[in-house]
């Protein structure tokens, strides 16, 4: 009776840890899809550099672009590092206002006048994004955005924008599409006493300065 008792208990002990083990591997199955501190730490955004900090410079544009921003969906801040999926589409949209906009007369002498002063040097040679008749000269997703907004403007705001209007804006999503490089800019620009507008940072007419 002894021997049957001891047996019994020994029983009852490996029953309890057997239980004990279960109840444990249960819990783990329950948070295995669930991210440690350390892994949500780590899964953190890292902020792009901020080549502004590096000279004291506020030029990258921020918010909703007046008018047309919120008529087209966009804001300056979809153009980011940190959203590479939300850039490339608002670039594309952009882009898209291109091939679906037509100019003639009057409209088409004013977006060559406009669009024949940006270029796109940073990720091609084009001397604008335009040559003289008008027509497409650089084929990079950033022109096609920066020919887009130019249309759109002259097309629907033609009274809203004077010319040096929208060649500021075209010159502001060009800092958003190279910050470092236009960043690099202003600096030297800063330097030479040169005021930092859109049009100064971004068009032709100092295209060549830094080099």
């Known amino acids: 009776m002894e021997n049957f008792e001891r047996l019994a208990v020994a029983l009852l002990l490996v029953a309890l840890i057997v239980m004990g083990f279960n109840e444990f591997q249960i819990s783990r199955l329950k948070t295995a899809d669930k991210p440690t501190g350390k892994a949500v730490a780590e899964s953190k955004p890292v ?23 919120k008529e087209l969906g966009v804001s300056y801040d979809d153009v980011s590092s940190l959203n590479q999926q ?3 589409s608002t670039i594309s949209r952009l882009g898209t206002l291109d091939q ?39 084929g990079c997703n950033h022109s096609f955005a920066m020919r887009g907004i130019a249309k759109y403007l002259i097309k629907n705001h033609p009274n809203e924008y004077t010319n040096d209007q929208i060649l500021e804006e075209l010159g502001k999503w060009k ?10 800019k202003a600096q030297i620009l800063k330097a030479k006493g040169i005021e930092l507008n859109y049009i100064n940072l971004a068009s032709n007419k100092y295209r060549n300065i830094g080099s």
């Open 100 to 138: 679906q906009i037509s100019l003639t007369g009057k409209e088409l002498e004013r977006y060559i006048a406009i669009a024949g002063q940006i270029s796109c040097e940073y990720c091609c040679g084009a001397e604008s994004i335009i040559s003289s008749d008008g027509k497409a000269a650089c």
């Open 175 to 184: 800092t958003l599409f190279f910050p470092e490089q236009i960043a690099k």
């Open 47 to 69: 902020p792009a550099k901020n080549t502004n900090a590096n000279f004291g410079l506020e030029v990258i544009p921020k918010g909703i672009p007046k008018i047309y921003g």
């Open 86 to 88: 939300k850039a490339d």
